[in-house]
């Protein structure tokens, strides 16, 4: 907790607000993140079919469409994707704005610098899937055939266990940001986050669980393992958070030291 917060010089900025402005607030932030998410899929359906083409490259086959709304479906999970990749930066700034109002102008500034560290993680998060996850989890789940097995895929199943997992991997790429800002907001401490490694790991593993669309375990490391090493990364995000918050205090001391020592000179 900042040292404005501690002392009271800098209050929060504005009126208390009630929970039925709280609710308003958030419905209207909501549809702003709506109104980007539609924006991003109508500039993004145009390029869908590069970004197809790249998620069934790991197949060295052409899959099946068994219905004549399967591909237009297909295109609209693809430009799904894209859309909600361009419009992350709108949505982080809707939910850092909706807490905004309750923190000081100082952590207004700090957490705003950690915008494009969010977009950049979404977006690693994508090429991590497309790039790592998805081909191994493919070559290892087609390692179960064998010989007497011919891998035929239906394109609306493979695109919705490709688009889950690249979406699981993208918003679970946000986690030391998120272990960053309640360290900062003082909702949690680093000897918190630090003792509650060995809980993260169960939550990696049960979130895993849930995300990955097929039951197998290699899956699920898949996105485990990445979740719980980015939850390593954000325990000593917050210790540094806690330092950040230290050095606050102190800068705030040392300022009032100097006007105590003003004000007694002067009398």
């Known amino acids: 907790m900042t040292a404005e917060r501690l002392h ?6 504005g009126p208390e607000i009630s929970l039925a402005d709280h609710l308003r607030d958030l419905h209207r932030r909501f549809i702003r993140i ?10 993004a359906a145009p390029f869908y079919e590069p970004l197809l083409h790249l998620l069934v490259a790991p197949l060295n086959q052409v899959p099946q469409v068994l219905a004549p709304t399967e591909a237009f479906v297909v295109a609209l999970k693809v430009i799904f994707v894209i859309g909600i990749t361009l419009a992350m930066p709108v949505i982080l700034y809707q939910f850092l704005a909706f807490l905004l109002p309750a923190l000081t102008k100082r952590e207004k500034r700090q957490l705003l610098v950690f915008l494009p560290l969010g977009v950049a993680l979404f977006v690693l998060g994508l090429f991590f899937g497309a790039y790592v996850a998805i081909p191994a989890a493919l070559n290892w789940l087609q390692s179960f055939g064998g010989s007497w097995v011919e891998d035929q895929y239906r394109l609306t199943d493979y695109v919705s266990f490709v688009t889950t997992l690249l979406l699981a991997l993208g918003f679970g790429f946000q986690t ?4 960053f800002f309640v360290a900062r907001l003082g909702i949690v401490d680093y000897a918190t986050v630090r003792r509650n490694i060995r809980w993260a790991f169960l939550v990696a593993a049960v979130v895993a669980a849930l995300l990955t669309p097929t039951p197998d375990p290699y899956n699920m490391l ?9 939850y390593l990364l954000g325990v000593f995000m917050a210790r540094w958070a806690q330092g950040w918050s ?11 030291i100097r006007h105590a020592v003003v004000r007694h000179g002067a009398r």
């Open 8 to 13: 009271g010089t800098e209050g929060v900025s």
């Open 34 to 43: 709506l109104i980007a998410l539609a924006a991003g899929m109508v500039v």
């Open 176 to 179: 030391p940001l998120v272990v």
């Open 222 to 230: 898949v996105v485990m393992v990445p979740l719980f090493v980015l």
């Open 246 to 256: 230290r050095i606050d205090w102190l800068c705030f001391n040392s300022v009032e």
